[in-house]
């Protein structure tokens, strides 16, 4: 398993491109499963997700091309002759299970394994149940798997989410697109991504509104056709770069940021002091003046803070003037990082969803072991303005959520490396 090492010290300065969204993407691709023709994705991110993603599709008939180094995207699943997600791909990525709805709607059955737990929480499935239940599924659990099926086909119904779940509302939304009438989803989540797969899916003939707010509806058609979309930016990729002036010092330009995709995080950060301009070409951040503020940070569902910037604000945190709390109210076990930065000096109290960080002068590196995704990029940046040198095992975490990292931190001025194992 490759390590990834960072030396601490010096200041940041350049541009770095923002990639496009690895949660658009991931439920982008599941969308061409409701049609019988082509639908192609440009933008798309170059992550070991979108890899693994691409294969369940194939393994369902699917077939997929990818150009441009991965950019571009072309699914096709004309002819789909399997119609079982197997557990030894679901458990890799809990994404896998976007392909219910979609398949349900379009073959009227599915099989779909249960993803199993993982590392920040248990992340169970029944909102996804629930809504496609209320479209008129017959879901039953057996052996581990969602066995799934609709054969007089699915009809609109009005759907209320108790929580306003990414993954539900994709399902959800996905399948209602080919269900006989109206469906009414509320308290449906409000993310980008939610936004971006509505515009693509209406690129294929879907009939959607309401998308981007806690209320969508959809009016059922026979079929979709192709279309080709470009993966809005990665909002979580950006909120993750703008930090790394943040803490290290310095200024940077993430490209093809727009305020509008994290605006709760922009408004954190300049509590905290630091600046964010929106150029033409995306958001520069720097710090406004010496030391940054502590601030308190709850996550929410969007348009709230982002639950997948948690890590990587508390990185920043660590080295603040002051107390700062953050309550984590989305995932029960997404504190697995806090343990990790103490090891670099960091003075964190974790008790149940609140991590209470005293701020500390400086830190120092050491030798230290992502966890989950987010965790791991949090390690990193902590280790660029850390005395020192960190060394981040485990970095396949880091492989599924941020393309070329090493890359893009080192053309604006970290010293960091891959050590291959
Ligand atoms: C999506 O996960 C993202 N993943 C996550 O990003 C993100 O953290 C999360 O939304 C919240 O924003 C993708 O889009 C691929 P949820 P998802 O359904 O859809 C509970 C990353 O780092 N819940 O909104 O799984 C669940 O257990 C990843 O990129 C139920 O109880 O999130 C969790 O506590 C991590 N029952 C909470 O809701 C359900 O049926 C949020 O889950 C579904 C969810």
Known sequence: MDSIVVTGGGELRGEIPIAGAKNACLTLMPATLLSEEPLTLTNAPRLSDIKTMTQLLESLGAEAASMQDGQVLTMSSHDLDNHVAEYDIVRKMRASNLVLGPMLARLGHAVVSLPGGCAIGARPMDLHIYGLEKLGAEIDLRDGYLHAKAPRGLKGAEIELSFASVGATENILMASTLAKGTTVIRNAAREPEIVDLATCLRKM?????????????????????????????????????????????????????????????????????????????????????????????????????????????????????????????????????????????????????????????????????????????????????????????????????????????????????????
Not at 226 to 242: C, F, Q, S
Request: hydrophobic share 40%; net charge negative; with cysteine.
């Open 205 to 421: 003939g879907a009939q959607i509104e309401g998308d981007g707010t806690s209320e969508i509806v959809v009016q059922g058609v026979d079929r979709l056709h192709g279309a080709t979309h470009p993966v809005v930016t990665d909002r979580i990729e950006l909120g993750t770069y703008m930090l790394a002036p943040a803490i290290a010092g310095g200024e940077v330009e993430c490209l093809g940021g727009r305020i509008s995709l994290v605006e709760n995080f922009c408004e954190k950060l300049d509590a905290a002091g630091i600046q964010v301009e929106e150029t033409k070409r995306g958001l520069k951040v720097a710090r406004k003046n010496g030391r940054v503020s502590a601030v308190d940070v709850t996550t929410e569902p969007f348009p709230g803070f982002p639950t997948d910037l948690q890590a990587q604000m508390m990185a920043m945190l660590c080295t603040a003037e002051g107390t700062s709390t953050l309550h984590e109210t989305i995932f029960e076990n997404r504190f697995m990082h806090a343990p990790e930065l103490t090891r670099m000096g960091a003075n964190i109290e974790v008790h149940g969803g609140t991590a209470t960080v005293h701020g500390v002068e400086k830190l120092k590196g050491a030798p230290v072991m992502a966890t989950d995704l987010r965790a791991s990029v949090s390690l990193i940046l902590a280790g660029m303005a850390a005395e020192g040198e960190t060394i981040v095992s485990r970095v396949y975490h880091l492989d599924r959520g941020y393309e070329k990292v090493v890359r893009k931190l080192s053309s604006i001025g970290a010293k960091i490396e891959r050590i291959k194992e």
